[in-house]
T-cell receptor
Protein backbone atom coordinates (compact mmCIF):
# COMPACT_ATOMS: atom_id res chain seq x y z
CA UNK A 1 0.00 0.00 0.00
CA UNK A 2 0.80 3.72 0.05
CA UNK A 3 2.05 3.98 -3.52
CA UNK A 4 2.62 7.37 -5.11
CA UNK A 5 3.29 7.76 -8.81
CA UNK A 6 4.66 10.65 -10.83
CA UNK A 7 4.38 11.32 -14.52
CA UNK A 8 6.45 11.85 -16.51
CA UNK A 9 9.54 10.29 -14.99
CA UNK A 10 11.72 12.55 -17.09
CA UNK A 11 11.19 15.39 -19.52
CA UNK A 12 13.38 17.49 -21.77
CA UNK A 13 11.96 20.75 -23.01
CA UNK A 14 12.99 23.97 -24.69
CA UNK A 15 13.44 27.16 -22.73
CA UNK A 16 10.21 29.13 -22.53
CA UNK A 17 7.84 26.18 -22.63
CA UNK A 18 5.67 24.98 -19.76
CA UNK A 19 5.88 21.53 -18.25
CA UNK A 20 3.22 19.77 -16.20
CA UNK A 21 4.10 17.06 -13.69
CA UNK A 22 1.43 14.84 -12.18
CA UNK A 23 1.51 13.25 -8.75
CA UNK A 24 -1.01 10.54 -7.92
CA UNK A 25 -1.70 8.55 -4.80
CA UNK A 26 -2.66 5.16 -6.21
CA UNK A 27 -4.12 3.27 -3.29
CA UNK A 28 -5.07 5.94 -0.79
CA UNK A 29 -6.64 9.36 -0.67
CA UNK A 30 -4.44 12.31 0.13
CA UNK A 31 -5.75 15.62 1.36
CA UNK A 32 -2.25 16.97 1.41
CA UNK A 33 0.56 16.59 -1.06
CA UNK A 34 3.96 18.20 -0.97
CA UNK A 35 6.27 19.24 -3.78
CA UNK A 36 10.01 19.15 -3.35
CA UNK A 37 12.98 20.01 -5.47
CA UNK A 38 16.30 18.24 -5.23
CA UNK A 39 19.59 19.27 -6.74
CA UNK A 40 22.32 16.70 -7.41
CA UNK A 41 23.75 15.23 -4.23
CA UNK A 42 21.72 17.63 -2.12
CA UNK A 43 18.80 17.37 0.22
CA UNK A 44 15.15 17.95 -0.58
CA UNK A 45 13.87 21.49 -0.57
CA UNK A 46 10.16 21.88 0.14
CA UNK A 47 8.58 24.08 -2.50
CA UNK A 48 4.92 24.04 -1.54
CA UNK A 49 2.15 22.27 0.30
CA UNK A 50 -0.83 21.32 -1.82
CA UNK A 51 -4.22 20.90 -0.17
CA UNK A 52 -7.17 19.40 -2.00
CA UNK A 53 -9.69 22.05 -2.95
CA UNK A 54 -7.70 25.03 -1.80
CA UNK A 55 -4.75 27.13 -2.85
CA UNK A 56 -1.28 25.80 -2.35
CA UNK A 57 0.96 27.23 0.32
CA UNK A 58 4.37 28.16 -1.02
CA UNK A 59 7.61 28.25 0.88
CA UNK A 60 9.55 31.47 1.11
CA UNK A 61 11.45 32.22 -2.05
CA UNK A 62 9.36 29.96 -4.30
CA UNK A 63 7.54 31.87 -7.03
CA UNK A 64 3.91 30.83 -7.07
CA UNK A 65 3.37 32.20 -10.57
CA UNK A 66 6.32 30.19 -11.79
CA UNK A 67 5.38 26.93 -10.16
CA UNK A 68 1.62 26.49 -10.45
CA UNK A 69 0.11 23.83 -8.24
CA UNK A 70 -3.35 22.36 -8.56
CA UNK A 71 -4.82 19.72 -6.25
CA UNK A 72 -8.08 18.97 -7.99
CA UNK A 73 -8.91 15.65 -6.35
CA UNK A 74 -7.97 13.53 -3.38
CA UNK A 75 -5.59 11.49 -5.51
CA UNK A 76 -4.06 14.01 -7.90
CA UNK A 77 -1.86 17.08 -7.61
CA UNK A 78 -0.10 18.74 -10.53
CA UNK A 79 2.91 21.02 -10.67
CA UNK A 80 3.30 23.18 -13.75
CA UNK A 81 6.63 24.83 -14.36
CA UNK A 82 5.71 27.84 -16.46
CA UNK A 83 8.08 29.39 -18.98
CA UNK A 84 10.82 27.01 -17.96
CA UNK A 85 14.43 28.12 -18.05
CA UNK A 86 17.65 26.11 -17.72
CA UNK A 87 17.93 27.04 -14.03
CA UNK A 88 14.65 25.20 -13.46
CA UNK A 89 16.34 21.95 -14.42
CA UNK A 90 16.14 19.72 -11.40
CA UNK A 91 14.66 16.59 -9.86
CA UNK A 92 11.12 17.24 -8.68
CA UNK A 93 9.61 14.91 -6.10
CA UNK A 94 6.12 14.84 -4.68
CA UNK A 95 4.84 13.21 -1.54
CA UNK A 96 1.37 12.46 -0.26
CA UNK A 97 -0.12 12.18 3.18
CA UNK A 98 -3.18 10.02 3.77
CA UNK A 99 -6.59 11.56 4.32
CA UNK A 100 -7.53 12.03 7.94
CA UNK A 101 -3.92 12.00 8.91
CA UNK A 102 -2.64 14.54 11.33
CA UNK A 103 0.64 16.32 10.87
CA UNK A 104 2.53 13.34 12.14
CA UNK A 105 1.41 10.91 9.52
CA UNK A 106 3.95 9.46 7.16
CA UNK A 107 4.59 11.11 3.84
CA UNK A 108 4.93 8.67 0.95
CA UNK A 109 7.05 9.80 -1.93
CA UNK A 110 6.74 9.49 -5.66
CA UNK A 111 9.66 8.29 -7.79
CA UNK A 112 10.52 11.79 -8.95
CA UNK A 113 10.58 13.64 -12.27
CA UNK A 114 13.83 14.68 -13.87
CA UNK A 115 13.40 17.99 -15.76
CA UNK A 116 16.01 19.23 -18.18
CA UNK A 117 15.43 22.59 -19.81
CA UNK A 118 17.57 23.31 -22.84
CA UNK B 1 13.36 27.03 14.11
CA UNK B 2 13.44 23.36 13.25
CA UNK B 3 16.60 21.85 11.91
CA UNK B 4 18.16 18.48 11.24
CA UNK B 5 21.83 17.66 11.00
CA UNK B 6 23.45 14.61 9.52
CA UNK B 7 27.09 15.19 10.39
CA UNK B 8 28.55 12.62 8.02
CA UNK B 9 28.45 13.06 4.27
CA UNK B 10 29.45 9.43 3.81
CA UNK B 11 29.66 6.32 5.92
CA UNK B 12 31.69 3.33 4.78
CA UNK B 13 31.22 -0.11 6.30
CA UNK B 14 32.13 -3.63 5.35
CA UNK B 15 29.36 -6.09 4.57
CA UNK B 16 28.29 -7.95 7.66
CA UNK B 17 29.42 -5.24 10.05
CA UNK B 18 27.02 -3.08 12.03
CA UNK B 19 26.24 0.35 10.63
CA UNK B 20 25.19 3.65 12.17
CA UNK B 21 24.04 6.75 10.34
CA UNK B 22 23.84 9.73 12.65
CA UNK B 23 21.10 12.34 12.95
CA UNK B 24 20.54 15.14 15.43
CA UNK B 25 17.63 17.51 15.47
CA UNK B 26 16.42 20.76 16.94
CA UNK B 27 12.71 21.49 17.34
CA UNK B 28 10.41 23.31 19.68
CA UNK B 29 7.84 20.98 21.12
CA UNK B 30 7.65 17.25 20.68
CA UNK B 31 9.35 16.07 17.53
CA UNK B 32 8.37 13.36 15.17
CA UNK B 33 11.22 11.84 13.25
CA UNK B 34 11.62 9.85 10.06
CA UNK B 35 14.27 8.00 8.14
CA UNK B 36 14.03 7.63 4.39
CA UNK B 37 16.33 5.95 1.87
CA UNK B 38 16.90 7.07 -1.69
CA UNK B 39 18.38 4.99 -4.47
CA UNK B 40 19.87 6.74 -7.54
CA UNK B 41 17.34 8.65 -9.61
CA UNK B 42 14.47 7.47 -7.45
CA UNK B 43 12.14 8.97 -4.89
CA UNK B 44 12.41 8.38 -1.18
CA UNK B 45 11.38 5.15 0.49
CA UNK B 46 10.07 5.25 4.03
CA UNK B 47 12.13 3.22 6.51
CA UNK B 48 10.78 4.07 9.95
CA UNK B 49 9.41 6.79 12.15
CA UNK B 50 9.22 7.86 15.78
CA UNK B 51 6.15 9.61 17.08
CA UNK B 52 5.78 8.56 20.72
CA UNK B 53 6.31 5.44 22.76
CA UNK B 54 9.33 3.19 22.77
CA UNK B 55 12.55 4.96 22.05
CA UNK B 56 13.78 2.07 19.90
CA UNK B 57 11.91 1.95 16.63
CA UNK B 58 12.15 -0.95 14.23
CA UNK B 59 11.62 -0.41 10.54
CA UNK B 60 11.95 -1.91 7.11
CA UNK B 61 14.84 -4.06 5.84
CA UNK B 62 16.19 -4.72 9.34
CA UNK B 63 16.85 -1.06 10.16
CA UNK B 64 16.15 0.45 13.54
CA UNK B 65 16.63 3.83 15.16
CA UNK B 66 16.87 5.04 18.71
CA UNK B 67 15.26 8.25 19.83
CA UNK B 68 17.37 9.96 22.47
CA UNK B 69 15.66 13.03 23.83
CA UNK B 70 18.52 14.20 26.04
CA UNK B 71 20.98 14.08 23.15
CA UNK B 72 18.36 15.17 20.59
CA UNK B 73 19.48 12.34 18.36
CA UNK B 74 17.80 9.74 16.18
CA UNK B 75 20.59 7.56 14.81
CA UNK B 76 19.81 4.88 12.25
CA UNK B 77 21.30 1.45 12.86
CA UNK B 78 21.49 -2.01 11.41
CA UNK B 79 23.26 -4.96 13.03
CA UNK B 80 24.64 -6.44 9.82
CA UNK B 81 25.04 -4.33 6.67
CA UNK B 82 24.35 -5.60 3.16
CA UNK B 83 25.90 -4.34 -0.06
CA UNK B 84 22.34 -3.59 -1.23
CA UNK B 85 21.97 -1.13 1.67
CA UNK B 86 24.29 1.23 -0.19
CA UNK B 87 22.21 4.34 -0.87
CA UNK B 88 21.52 7.88 0.29
CA UNK B 89 19.81 8.17 3.66
CA UNK B 90 17.79 11.12 4.88
CA UNK B 91 16.67 11.96 8.37
CA UNK B 92 13.65 14.27 8.65
CA UNK B 93 11.90 16.03 11.50
CA UNK B 94 8.50 17.58 11.85
CA UNK B 95 6.49 19.16 14.59
CA UNK B 96 3.01 20.51 14.99
CA UNK B 97 0.22 19.62 12.64
CA UNK B 98 1.32 21.14 9.35
CA UNK B 99 2.82 17.90 8.15
CA UNK B 100 5.86 19.74 6.84
CA UNK B 101 9.15 17.95 7.21
CA UNK B 102 12.65 19.36 7.39
CA UNK B 103 15.25 17.07 5.87
CA UNK B 104 18.87 16.63 6.78
CA UNK B 105 21.48 16.97 4.09
CA UNK B 106 21.70 13.25 3.58
CA UNK B 107 24.35 10.62 4.25
CA UNK B 108 25.67 8.30 1.59
CA UNK B 109 26.10 4.80 2.91
CA UNK B 110 28.66 2.66 1.10
CA UNK B 111 28.74 -1.02 2.03
CA UNK B 112 31.69 -2.88 0.56
CA UNK B 113 31.80 -6.64 0.06
Amino acid sequence: GAVVSQHPSWVICKSGTSVKIECRSLDFQATTMFWYRQFPKQSLMLMATSNEGSKATYEQGVEKDKFLINHASLTLSTLTVTSAHPEDSSFYICSARAIGGQGRETQYFGPGTRLLVL
Amino acid sequence: AQSVAQPEDQVNVAEGNPLTVKCTYSVSGNPYLFWYVQYPNRGLQFLLKYITGDNLVKGSYGFEAEFNKSQTSFHLKKPSALVSDSALYFCAVGSGNTGKLIFGQGTTLQVKP
